[in-house]
């Protein structure tokens, strides 16, 4: 089945981007998502690109999409001490629920 | 604009015990899911609802099943807990249209001892 991958931790200093990786299997995903979560908290959308789309920008935040390598990268500009939190890639299937597959999240740490 | 919320928000069963979580749609949204979300997991899809009928399935057992009502509130009820199934579950409402974004709520924490 689908399988999506991302590194565990990551580790930025204030004020520093932060690029947070990851790869995908199923090479017929539309759209793929990039959700926050917080200690104790549901999952907050970010954004999402379309699999058209090579690059989405939206204010500090740019999501990069190589189809071909089936990468996805998030580059948050001027990181700051509230994005430490734990972030999860998602890609949209093709069934017919349109299901998310979910990485196993990247927990983003900002330094003072 | 009310967003997705889900009811209760922590709950705590033994083994062999049966829960009903329960999800409120965002308003205007007639698609809910549910994901299962294990402890430093990302979550699982586990089923998901369309106007009131099933719409697709994960590989979850069928002691996992749903309903979902005319106001397109939702029901996740599992039967003979299992010390595995503690976890967060989280109920996602979307629109349905081409993007499907989805809108997640804050999740109920069942602890299974």
């Known amino acids: 089945g689908e399988d999506v991958e991302q590194s565990l931790f990551l580790s930025v200093r204030e004020g520093d981007s932060s690029v947070i990786n990851c790869t995908y299997t199923?090479?017929?995903?539309?759209?793929l998502y990039w959700y926050k979560q917080e200690p104790g908290a549901g999952l907050q959308l970010l954004t999402y690109?379309?699999?058209?789309?090579d690059m989405k920008q939206d204010q500090r935040l740019t999501v990069l999409l190589n189809k071909k390598d089936k990468h996805l990268s998030l580059r948050i500009a001027d990181t700051q001490t509230g994005d430490s939190a734990i972030y999860f890639c998602?890609?949209?299937?093709?069934?017919?629920?349109?299901?998310?597959?979910f990485g196993s999240g990247t927990q983003l740490t900002v330094l003072p | 604009e009310t967003g997705v919320t889900q009811s209760p928000t922590h709950l705590i069963k033994t083994r062999g015990q049966q829960v009903t979580l329960r999800c409120s749609s965002q308003?205007?949204?007639?698609?809910v899911s549910w994901y299962q979300q294990a402890l430093g997991q990302g979550p699982q899809f586990i089923f998901q609802?369309?106007?009131?009928?099933?719409?697709g399935r994960g590989n979850f057992p069928p002691r996992f099943s749903g309903l979902q009502f005319p106001n397109y509130s939702s029901e996740l009820n599992v039967n003979a807990l299992e010390l595995d199934d503690s976890a967060l579950y989280l109920c996602?409402?979307?629109?349905?249209?081409?993007?499907?974004?989805?809108?997640f709520g804050p999740g109920t924490r069942l602890t299974v001892l």
């Open positions: 996602a409402s979307s629109s349905g249209g081409t993007n499907n974004e989805q809108f």
């Open positions: 609802y369309y106007r009131e009928e099933e719409n």
């Open positions: 998602a890609d949209r299937t093709s069934g017919s629920a349109r299901q998310l597959t």
């Open positions: 199923d090479s017929s995903s539309t759209y």
């Open positions: 690109i379309f699999s058209n789309m």
């Open positions: 308003s205007g949204h007639n698609t």
